[in-house]
T-cell receptor, first 112, second 113 residues
Framework: GQQLNQSPQSMFIQEGEDVSMNCTSS?????WLWYKQDPGEGPVLLIA?????ELTSNGRLTAQFGITRKDSFLNISASIPSDVGIYFC????????????FGQGTILTVHP | DTAVSQTPKYLVTQMGNDKSIKCEQN?????MYWYKQDSKKFLKIMFSYNNKELIINETVPNRFSPKSPDKAHLNLHINSLELGDSAVYFC????????????FGSGTRLTVV
């Protein structure tokens, strides 16, 4: 089955720093999604990307759909303590009613 | 109102028992899912139902049986629980194509002792 390789696995940063994480795949996809999971909660959709090269922002978050359609990046600017959590990339492979496949996740810790 | 609600939030049970987890969504979505998150936080799909019809059944032991009485509910029954079943189980829903993203419940932490 398809695999998504997400990196880094974990990050420890100081409040105010910028963060960057990425996701790659050996397959081409039509959709890239980024989720955040807070401790004790389910993942919540942050940003959805549907077009190669697309750059989309949501507040301090910016995500890009790679030109090759095999990768995506998520950047967080000026991190704050509530950014702590696990960030997942995901994609659906363009199938109707299909499953979402998730990356391994990036665990983000922000020190005040 | 909670969009996707799961009960119970926590479940501790002994090996060999049978248990159920319930899920309800009030979003009017037509597709519901069960995902398992292991101790390394990896999320893996188990089942998917579209309008009460099973459409995805990944390689899951047949001790796990989903049931969808209507499109707003998807329950998960687990027979003869094993230690390796300990995990967090998430219910999710979507309208139509999964590519528009799911809405997840807050999870059920199952601990088998």
């Amino acid at each position: 089955g398809q695999q998504l390789n997400q990196s880094p696995q974990s990050m420890f940063i100081q409040e105010g720093e910028d963060v960057s994480m990425n996701c790659t795949s050996s397959s081409i996809f039509n959709t890239w999604l980024w989720y955040k999971q807070d401790p004790g909660e389910g993942p919540v959709l942050l940003i959805a990307l549907y077009k190669a090269g697309e750059l989309t922002s949501n507040g301090r978050l910016t995500a890009q759909f790679g030109i090759t359609r095999k990768d995506s990046f998520l950047n967080i600017s000026a991190s704050i303590p509530s950014d702590v959590g696990i960030y997942f990339c995901a994609n659906a492979g363009g199938t109707s009613y299909g499953k979402l496949t998730f990356g391994q996740g990036t665990i983000l810790t922000v020190h005040p | 109102d909670t969009a996707v609600s799961q009960t119970p939030k926590y479940l501790v049970t002994q090996m060999g028992n049978d248990k159920s987890i319930k899920c309800e969504q009030n979003l009017g979505h037509d597709t519901m899912y069960w995902y398992k998150q292991d101790s390394k936080k990896f999320l893996k799909i188990m089942f998917s139902y579209n309008n009460k019809e099973l459409i995805i059944n990944e390689t899951v032991p047949n001790r796990f049986s989903p049931k969808s009485p209507d499109k707003a509910h998807l329950n998960l029954h687990i027979n003869s629980l094993e230690l390796g079943d300990s995990a967090v189980y998430f219910c999710a829903s979507s309208q139509g194509r999964a590519g528009y993203g799911y809405t997840f419940g807050s999870g059920t932490r199952l601990t088998v002792v």
